[in-house]
Nanobody, 122 residues
Framework: QLQLVESGGGLVQPGGSLRLSCAASGVTLGYYAIGWFRQAPGKEREGLLCIVGSDGSTYFADSVKGRFTISRDNAKNAVYLQMNSLKPEDTAVYYC???????????????WGQGTQVTVSS
C-alpha cells in the first residue's frame, strides 16, 4: 500500500518561496506518476502539475506556469513542488497524489497524501 506524506507548508509573505515535499515509504515512488493539487476553501480541488519518470513534467494550471516547478529525487524517494513568487491566491491545502499516468483530474488518482497548508499573507 502506497502512503504519501506531504510536508513543507507554512505561512509565507507574498513574493516568497516554499518547497513542498511528497515522500513515500515502502514503495518506490519512481514507479508512479505524481501529481500536485491544491484546494482552497469553497473551491474544487485543482490539478497543478504532474511528473512521470525523472523529468517528464506537465503543467495543468496556467496560473502557476513560470512560478512552480516539480521535480523528483529517486534516491530520497520523494517528489518536490518548488513554489516561487507566491501570491495570496496560492493559499490552499496542497496535496500530492499518485497513479499510473499523469492526469489533471483528481478522481483518476488512487493514492493521496493528507495535505499541507500553504498560506500566503503579509
Amino acid at each position: 500500500q502506497l502512503q504519501l506524506v506531504e510536508s513543507g507548508g507554512g505561512l509565507v509573505q507574498p513574493g516568497g518561496s516554499l518547497r513542498l515535499s511528497c515522500a513515500a515509504s515502502g514503495v518506490t515512488l519512481g514507479y508512479y506518476a505524481i501529481g500536485w493539487f491544491r484546494q482552497a476553501p469553497g473551491k474544487e480541488r485543482e490539478g497543478l502539475l504532474c511528473i512521470v519518470g525523472s523529468d517528464g513534467s506537465t503543467y495543468f494550471a496556467d496560473s502557476v506556469k513560470g512560478r512552480f516547478t516539480i521535480s523528483r529525487d529517486n534516491a530520497k524517494n520523494a517528489v518536490y513542488l518548488q513554489m516561487n513568487s507566491l501570491k495570496p491566491e496560492d493559499t490552499a491545502v496542497y496535496y500530492c497524489a499518485a497513479q499510473s499516468r499523469c492526469s489533471q483530474w483528481p478522481d483518476e488518482y488512487t493514492y493521496w497524501g493528507q495535505g499541507t497548508q500553504v498560506t500566503v499573507s503579509s
